[in-house]
Structure formats: structure tokens, C-alpha cells
């Protein structure tokens, strides 16, 4: 069983910058398909970024592209987004995620079977 510990968020002002952290255990980031969503207050849980297992290929959400970058660092087995440029509509509470059901796209939430227990970014105006 995967379990995923996420961490980092903060309170910072518009245009400012967090980097979240990602770390995994009982498997590795290299093998699984590692992605972050985020749930602003009466909101749906949305996608933001995803990195696939094979060939590393990363996605984005349109709202993020652009200011956002998912890395993985397979000798630390940690997944990170790196969040450039926020804004306050980036508020929200965020979750890493992993799974194996690479017939499943990137952005479904139900293609991950393993959720961090999600860390709050709050960005002020």
C-alpha cells in the first residue's frame, strides 16, 4: 500500500512562489503515476498536474499551465510543484496522488488509488 505525505503549503501574496512537496512510501515515485489536485472551499476536487510513469510525460490544468511544474526525484522518492505567479483563485487545499491505471487520463481522480492527506495553500491579494 502506497501512502503519500504532502507538505509545504503556506500563506503567501499574489505573485509570490511555494514549492509542495510529495514524499512516497511502500512504492516509487518512478513507477507510479503521480499527480496533484486541489478543493477550494465549495469546489470540486480539480486536477493541476500529473506526471506519468513511462517516459515522464507531465499535463497540466489550463488554469496553471505555464506557472506550475511537477518534477520527481526518484533518490529522494518525492513528487514536487513547484507553484510560480500565484494568484488568490490558487487557494485551496492540495493532494498528491499515485496510481497505476495508465488506461485511465491523467486528470481523472480515479485513476489514482493513493491520496496525500493534502496541504493548505492560502494566497492573499
Known amino acids: 500500500q502506497v501512502q503519500l505525505a504532502d507538505s509545504g503549503g503556506g500563506l503567501v501574496q499574489a505573485g509570490g512562489s511555494l514549492r509542495l512537496s510529495c514524499a512516497a512510501s511502500g512504492g516509487t515515485v518512478s513507477s507510479l503515476n503521480m499527480g496533484w489536485f486541489r478543493q477550494a472551499p465549495g469546489k470540486e476536487r480539480e486536477f493541476v498536474a500529473a506526471?506519468?510513469?513511462?517516459?515522464?510525460?507531465?499535463s497540466y490544468a489550463a488554469p496553471v499551465q505555464g506557472r506550475f511544474t511537477i518534477s520527481r526525484d526518484m533518490s529522494r522518492n518525492t513528487v514536487y510543484l513547484q507553484m510560480n505567479s500565484l494568484k488568490p483563485e490558487d487557494t485551496a487545499v492540495y493532494y498528491c496522488?499515485?496510481?497505476?491505471?495508465?488506461?485511465?487520463?491523467?486528470?481523472?481522480?480515479?485513476?489514482?488509488?493513493?491520496w496525500g492527506q493534502g496541504t493548505q495553500v492560502t494566497v492573499s491579494s
Open positions: 506526471i506519468r510513469r513511462n517516459g515522464g510525460t507531465t
Open positions: 496522488a499515485s496510481g497505476s491505471r495508465d488506461y485511465i487520463s491523467s486528470s481523472r481522480s480515479n485513476g489514482y488509488g493513493s
